[in-house]
């Protein structure tokens, strides 16, 4: 397999610690949050806390009053009612939904799921016509019947009226002739969302059917159907998918419903492990699914609607054996697959893939495509020859539209549909050969070599410091469930180390275990059918850089933090033995990086200052200027220009003009200087604890018509520094109460007032630096715990008398922004500290450049 290229997401550093600060999250939680296009406080608060009062109004769905009247109308009548779904998960949800829905309102009704295999997807004539034979009045479709319309104008022929709920496209010349339609993607629709799944929108009827402002128990009761249906059916879960499958999850891991009690038995999930989008997506979902691939799917309505757990488990153990067999036909399609691709297929000339044999079992076919694709990285199409036809199922690359190749081979085909990631397609047998032939023509003049390069996209670079099992239990508490555009998280660490000698897993040793580490921190990682990797990883002096999902495995009553795989990248060499200059010496650019982090300041500085080059050294405040103007001074008689806070805008642009002039050599600033009109050197003694001041400081730089040199000379312990400064200046809860019981023992006997010089000298004696007054007594004075009397020559603190009212330390903005000054400044000076010089470079040059 081609080694994937990783496309890691930037972090946004200052507006993760804000969100993390405000909502009282992690700032990982909270720069997930950002990845996914939520970045206010209001909309991170929607969707980690949804409530069933954020859900719309059933109502609002076009036709739902049309709908719900004639049911009602069914049911006074005594009208036979039936329910007609799909024989996938969504579909078998959504028939058990309106099931249990009738149950409960004492309405009889029945159900029809279609054979795969002899039926084929959504509504048909035959099973039209036996409905009606068999006395009944209403139809209600689930997830089917949206573009039925030959099949619904012959309901009403019989005299069956159809109701259709599906959240499929419909047809945009046409409608099918229905009592009523309910779906939000109907044309003319104000509905707010029209990403609910099939099951989504039973639920929406269930509500109508009920009625009711608020949720009743019973529709509350439904949840669990609707997230699973939800989830594995890969739907969106943003907007209200998101309310129903996170309020859902919570309903599901009460195992309350016999059959999802009997599934989870059956699959050995035990009550202690929660159940996640993982489990609906790979342990309960495919047991579901495997009763319309490899049987009928009616047994599925049936588990998820009896009220007797034996009754379930029966069913649920026929699921487990279907899916069984299911991944026994799966393994021997797939190696009979890749076994045709390898011996009979150039892959230099074809980057078009079409396999087909006549022993295939066509309801797995889909499954297989997907993993061929991820192995080849190519679009591909399986076929299953049934005599003279072949059934094909078919996955694509996000570079292609597989859609859009079956309309360029639609004479060769009997139908064909999709969308741009899959399709499916039937074929007359004799024509597969033109098919194989057309279609890579069609994928080679679309694609390009880089194309077939395989994509991995990853949320984070993250410290192995940052990610603890704490961690992950947030991410799991927090963002749950995961499934389409909601994915689990897939972060990065590099330079790391194999503590101990890879291991190989599994029956057939196809699974990879690896102990990693940074040389501070070990961690367990997995990685599921890579054991391609073992042989290379038993080499020494390796470096690893690890894509991978972080999750939590529970063994034995004990919980411990894991990482589960997605790709490794192999290394011999490590960041010492890479260039200590980016670009290189001899490429050109405007700006380059020089890394010394971790030198000896003082003898690096005076060699640079000895090229007699204009220069800027940026060091973090005014007492560290003091102390590098006296090393250096004390070394050469060089001109050397001081600038701090005190600096007025006409000194610091006279400064400027004067080392450009050549009259003086260097300056040496705690601030940043905005009209540098030239310097060859920027230098970065102390990390700086802030973005956006860092990426401004390095800005001039890109002005220049010569190359500018940016030099990194900061060392661990001056992060160790700068985060002690920093905790000073922004006390934390405990620094504050410390602050506070100083305060009070010295307002104690002056009627609860005191001269500010004379409480800093109190405070000073009770261990607390002067640095944490100015902050503290700001958080205290919006809380509302004391006044300040700003007096010329002597300012006084009043304390106030305590309200009964508690009040909380986040009612205090100057309490957040310290916190989020503090969280910004640790993840940035990380960054500075431990990122290649590569990464530094490039988010240097994006930042100056697009927001310069």
Request: hydrophobic share 40%; charged share 25%.
């Amino acid at each position: 397999m081609k080694q994937k290229v990783w496309k890691v997401k930037s972090p946004y550093i200052e507006n993760s610690s804000q969100l993390s600060v405000r909502l009282g999250i992690s700032p990982l939680v909270a720069q997930l949050l950002i990845n996914r296009g939520i970045e206010t406080e209001v909309a991170a608060r929607a969707y980690l806390y949804p409530t069933f009062a954020n859900l719309h109004d059933p109502f609002q769905m076009p036709n739902m009053e049309k709908a719900v009247d004639r049911i009602h109308a069914a049911i006074m009548r005594g009208e036979q009612i039936w329910v007609y779904g799909d024989y996938d998960t969504d579909g078998t949800t959504s028939a058990a939904l309106l099931l249990n829905t009738f149950r409960n309102l004492d309405v009889p009704a029945n159900f029809y799921i279609p054979n795969r295999f002899e039926e084929g997807y959504g509504l048909n004539k035959t099973a039209i016509r036996t409905i009606r034979e068999s006395g009944g009045d209403l139809l209600i479709t689930v997830d089917c019947g949206i573009t039925s319309i030959a099949e619904v104008e012959l309901a009403n022929e019989i005299g069956l009226d159809v109701i259709i709920t599906d959240h499929h496209q419909p047809r945009p010349d046409a409608s099918p002739p229905a009592h009523a339609i309910i779906s939000p993607k109907m044309p003319g629709s104000e509905y707010p969302f029209d990403g609910l799944a099939g099951v989504g929108l039973a639920f929406k009827l269930a509500h109508g059917l009920i009625g009711g402002d608020e949720l009743t128990p019973f529709l509350i009761s439904q949840l669990d159907l609707v997230t699973l249906g939800t989830v594995v059916d890969i739907a969106t879960l943003t907007g209200e998918n998101r309310i129903l499958t996170k309020l859902g999850l919570a309903e599901i891991n009460m195992r309350k419903r016999p059959g999802i009690r009997a599934l989870c038995d059956v699959a050995n999930h035990e009550v202690s492990k929660p159940i996640v989008g993982h489990t609906l997506s790979f342990v309960l979902g495919p047991r579901v699914n495997a009763a319309g691939r490899m049987d009928t799917a009616k047994k599925v309505v049936e588990l998820l609607t009896t009220e007797s757990y034996e009754e379930a488990m029966q069913i649920a153990q026929e699921l487990d054996a279907n899916n069984r067999t299911r991944k026994e036909v799966e393994n021997r399609i797939q190696g009979e697959a890749i076994d045709t691709i390898e011996k009979n297929i150039d892959l230099n000339k074809t980057k078009g893939l079409v396999v087909a044999r006549k022993d295939w079992h066509q309801g797995v076919i889909g499954i297989v495509a997907s993993r061929i694709l991820e192995r080849y990285y190519r679009p591909v199409f399986l076929l299953a020859i049934d005599g003279d036809e072949a059934h094909g199922s078919g996955r694509c690359i996000a570079e292609m539209n597989l859609a859009d190749s079956l309309d360029a081979c639609t004479d060769l085909l009997v139908k064909h549909g999709g969308h741009q990631a899959a399709a499916g397609l039937t074929i007359k047998t004799e024509n597969i050969p033109k098919f194989k032939e057309h279609f890579n023509q069609y994928a080679c003049e679309h694609l390009s070599d880089e194309d077939l390069t395989p994509k991995l996209n990853l949320d984070l670079e993250i410290q192995p410091p940052y990610l603890t099992l704490e961690t992950v239990e947030e991410l799991d508490e927090l963002l749950e469930p995961f499934g389409q555009d909601n994915p689990a998280p897939r972060l990065v660490m590099r330079e790391l180390l194999l503590q101990r000698p890879p291991r190989l897993m599994g029956k057939e040793n196809e699974h990879l275990k690896l102990f990693v580490t940074d040389g501070r921190h070990t961690m367990e990682a997995i990685g599921w059918g890579m054991a391609d990797y073992f042989v290379p990883l038993k080499n020494r002096n390796l470096r690893l850089d690890l894509a991978f999902a972080p999750e939590i495995n529970e063994w034995n009553n004990t919980r411990r933090l894991q990482l589960r795989i997605k790709d490794l990248h192999i290394r011999t060499e490590d960041r010492r033995s890479q260039p200590a200059v980016f670009p290189s010496v001899e490429a050109e650019s405007p700006v380059k990086i020089v890394d010394r982090r971790h030198t000896n300041k003082q003898n690096y500085l005076l060699k640079l200052l000895e090229r007699g080059q204009p220069s800027v050294l940026y060091v973090r405040d005014a007492k560290a200027i003091d102390q590098l103007l006296a090393l250096l001074g004390s070394e050469k008689n060089w001109v050397l220009g001081r600038c701090d806070d005190t600096t007025s805008d006409t000194e610091k642009q006279d400064m400027v003009e004067k080392l450009a002039s050549g009259e003086i050599l260097t300056i040496v600033s705690s601030c940043r200087l905005t009209d540098l009109s030239a310097v060859t050197h920027l230098v970065f003694c102390h990390p700086v604890p802030q973005p956006l001041t860092f990426f401004n400081q390095c800005r001039p730089a890109f002005k220049f018509p010569e190359t500018t040199y940016i030099h990194l000379i900061y060392n661990s312990k001056d992060v160790e520094w700068l985060h002690r400064l920093l905790s000073l200046q922004y006390p934390d809860k405990e620094l504050l109460r410390n602050l506070y019981k100083s305060l009070q023992s010295s307002c104690r006997n002056n009627d609860h007032r005191i001269k500010l010089e004379e409480f800093i000298v109190d405070a000073q004696a009770a261990s607390i630096s002067a640095l944490a007054i100015p902050n503290g007594l700001t958080i205290f004075e919006e809380l509302q715990f004391l006044r300040q009397h700003s007096r010329a020559s002597h300012p006084e603190i009043e304390l106030l008398t305590p309200s009964t009212q508690k009040r909380e330390l986040h009612e205090s903005e100057t309490y957040l922004h310290g916190e989020q000054i503090k969280q910004t400044s640790q993840l940035f000076s990380e960054f500075l500290l431990r990122q290649s010089l590569q990464k530094i470079w490039e988010r240097i040059s994006y930042e100056c450049r697009v927001s310069g």
